[in-house]
């Protein structure tokens, strides 16, 4: 059975986040900021659909309002339902580890038309290895760096870098609309940002790296791997464990991440679908 979660839900939810904590980091970060009911003001916010079997909760199948779908299953027979509701939804994106997206994709083709698929690996840092710059740098948070230079480097980061459509509002947005562990970080050289990275998702055991990103004069120097050590020496003082991902074929940054301890974990993809 596969119905919608109400608060009513929430001890049986915080118990399958629990013992799925690595692979539910982003339901569990939302959940925690918005809560289960979806406010449909907030880009965070969303439906939750749960799939129960012999009254046990064994998945979850996440609507966000942004447009994204995160699905998590314990039991494959978790699928059919999962796709009878996915039919009957519009959404832009399906994210996830890719045992569990890959099987949700296969059943939706007849559906569905993909338009691109990411393929990342999601690396796991347990003990971190430190990283200094010898240059004359400063690390900085946001609140901390002009706003200007802060709004048009995260401007450029998601359009150069990232390739997607973005502007000084939704910037903004991205400034603003952060939980309280979701640091953002920039490296300055001069003053000038030269580099930044975020913590994106935060959960209760979970802080989950985002948004690398250096301009393009600067690569190569180390900037970011000092940025991702730095966020990394954080969240390990305050108790948690450092993830992030990686896309397959960036050789230069996974190299990086491995020099600082992360270690596989699983492949994780991010699909995007015709709309």
Known sequence: MIRLLTGDDNPVVKAYLERNYMETALLSGNLARCGIDNDRMSRRSGDYY??????????????????????????????????????????????????LVEPLCLALAPYK?????????YLVNHEIRPYSLACLHQIAAVEAV????????????????????????????????????????????????????????????INQIGGVYTSEHSRGKGYCKALVAELCRQIHAAGKIPTLMVRKDNSPALRAYQALGFAYYDEYLIVKFVV
């Open 50 to 99: 749960g799939y129960f079997s012999a009254g046990r909760l064994e998945g979850i199948l996440a609507f966000f309002n942004l447009g994204s779908v995160v699905p998590h299953f314990e039991a494959a027979k978790a699928i059919g339902s999962f796709i009878e509701i996915m039919r009957q939804r519009r959404f832009e994106v399906l994210v996830g580890m890719k045992r």
């Open 113 to 121: 038309k993909v338009r691109d698929c990411e393929n990342s690996f």
């Open 146 to 205: 002009d706003r200007e230079m802060a709004l048009t480097f995260i401007v450029e980061a998601y359009r150069q870098g990232f390739k997607r459509r973005f502007n000084q509002e939704l910037a903004v947005k991205l400034i603003e609309d952060r939980g309280l562990e979701e640091t953002l970080l920039f490296l300055l050289i001069n003053k000038v940002p030269v580099a930044q990275a975020i913590i994106q998702v935060a959960s209760g055991q």
